[in-house]
T-cell receptor
Framework: AAGVIQSPRHLIKEKRETATLKCYPI?????VYWYQQGPGQDPQFLIS???????DKGSIPDRFSAQQFSDYHSELNMSSLELGDSALYFC????????????FGPGTRLTVL | AQKVTQAQTEISVVEKEDVTLDCVYE???????LFWYKQPPSGELVFLIR??????QNEISGRYSWNFQKSTSSFNFTITASQVVDSAVYFC?????????????????FGKGTHLIIQP
């Protein structure tokens, strides 16, 4: 079965620009999670969605927003980009919310210049 | 709050040696789940194992084995007869499901990771 798909895989933006990352979960998975991994760091949970509603919120900056659509894909919108936003952004999905296994996509590497 | 500690920042061994990666966790919840993920140089996060707090049986999968001990809050990972392809960063992670976390928190709490280098 196909895994989690993320697009784009690489993105280069200038400071103060906006970026949109997309995530397509594994088929029949109803929960989507977003994580940010800085260089040499562990992944940090940003936000999650269950059945198209926001489920839990972590350390997501106010400049970031996300949503899950009717086909269960999710988008992470990032505005007023800062140099510190340069990181690997992972999307993960699970069969249901909570403690089910989260399967991660390949990540989007965002570079802010 | 929950916490995961991986005290070994980097481990370097020669191929075919056995190696154990340590993971110690903290949680107030009685129901929780522990995970190990592998992050090879290509960057993706690969799921290895999930264990719930009520199942303390050790698990073996090929060259991989896991030792879960609630008494010491540890969930250690051993690779037997290591190979160069095992070189990666390994993360231990915790997910809570109980009352203290408000009925279940979605995000995984990761340790800082252990960078494993297998030399040929």
């Amino acid at each position: 079965a196909a895994g989690v798909i993320q697009s784009p895989r690489h993105l280069i933006k200038e400071k103060r620009e906006t970026a949109t990352l997309k995530c397509y979960p594994i088929s029949r998975h109803d929960t989507v999670y977003w994580y940010q991994q800085g260089p040499g760091q562990d992944p940090q949970f940003l936000i999650s969605f269950y059945e198209k509603m926001q489920s839990d919120k972590g350390s997501i900056p106010d400049r970031f927003s996300a949503q899950q659509f009717s086909d269960y894909h999710s988008e992470l919108n990032m505005s007023s980009l800062e140099l510190g936003d340069s990181a690997l952004y992972f999307c993960a999905s699970s069969l249901t919310r909570g403690t089910d296994t989260q399967y991660f996509g390949p990540g989007t590497r965002l570079t802010v210049l | 709050a929950q916490k995961v500690t991986q005290a070994q920042t980097e481990i370097s061994v020669v191929e075919k040696e056995d190696v154990t990666l340590d993971c110690v966790y903290e949680t107030r919840d009685t129901t929780y789940y522990l995970f190990w993920y592998k992050q090879p140089p290509s960057g993706e996060l690969v799921f290895l194992i999930r264990r719930n707090s009520f199942d303390e049986q050790n698990e073996i999968s090929g060259r991989y084995s896991w030792n879960f001990q609630k008494s010491t809050s540890s969930f250690n990972f051993t690779i037997t007869a290591s190979q160069v392809v095992d070189s990666a960063v390994y993360f231990c992670a915790l997910s809570e499901a109980d009352l203290y976390s408000g009925g279940g928190a979605d995000g995984l709490t990761f340790g800082k990771g252990t960078h494993l280098i297998i030399q040929p």
